[in-house]
């Protein structure tokens, strides 16, 4: 039964953990890997993180397949059975997926009302941005109110990653404009962030010591950027902003570990929680390859309201 009257849907790279989504009502439709000839949802145990990195080593072919139309559509009408009166679909960005796609489809087939939602974000960050709608939805706030928030989380998310090699993302056809800068110098280890949707250059460092201090950095920094916003009034009368942070990795997790741990000591009361820790999910690793680090910084924002004006 779903208790909101709006329900939420997203895909499995937001990165939620099945016991997460279920708690705030969260429907997620998986996507497909593929390794070699066969074809696994997300989160099987045929398509764990392990295995596409221990494919991509061998270098058995992999690569990823969004969600058809009818799968999603197949969602809409479970949670439209049970009593949902109007679906938010938050989806990775329509830039780097053919899921947004997928689910604009199965919306215009929708016997109740779906809004679908480019977050212009990969991994947890449309995770977070879900689980924020998700709390608007639970207090009795309109689609509308739901997709508003959805987005204005969405947008403050600071997404950053840290490649071991360019290679895979050269293989997958995604690393759009880090081409440009960084060209064929595939033994740097190239700092990236997501952009309006895109993968796109930030730095590019020497060696993967010095690349992980940076990294450490700019999530230090992009922290800092947040004050000011909302939250609560620091000593000297500035406002603080508390924030979310989440570190994952494709096999990577010592130096990952690392940096979950230092970022911790360093923003201490600025966090909302503890620093989140895990393996980056199957589809996103299978385009960044052994060895990548992401880290999300997901500024907490003040409740919406949820009548939506």
Known sequence: MVAARVALVTDSTAMLPPEVAAAAGIAVVPLQVVIGAEVHDEGSPEATPEVVAAALREWTPVSTSRP???????????????????????????????????????ASRSRVPVTVVDTAQVGVATGYAALSGAAVAAAGGSAEAVAAAVRARAAACTSLLYVDTLEYLRRGGRIGAAAALFGGALAVKPLLRIDDGKVVPLERVRTTGRALARLEELAV??????????????????????VEVTVAHLANAERAASLAER????????????????ELGAVLGAHVGPGMIALCVAPVLDDADPSGD
């Open 68 to 106: 058809a139309p009818e799968a999603i559509a197949a969602v809409y009408e479970r949670l439209a059975g049970a009593g949902a009166e109007a679906i938010v679909s938050v989806h990775l960005s329509g830039q780097m997926s053919g899921t947004l796609e997928s689910a604009r489809l199965a």
């Open 221 to 242: 920094e992009a922290v800092e950027g947040a004050d000011g916003q909302s939250g609560q009034p620091g000593q000297s009368g500035q406002r603080v902003q508390r």
């Open 263 to 278: 970022l911790a000591e360093r923003l201490g009361a600025r966090l909302a929680g503890e620093v989140a820790f895990g």
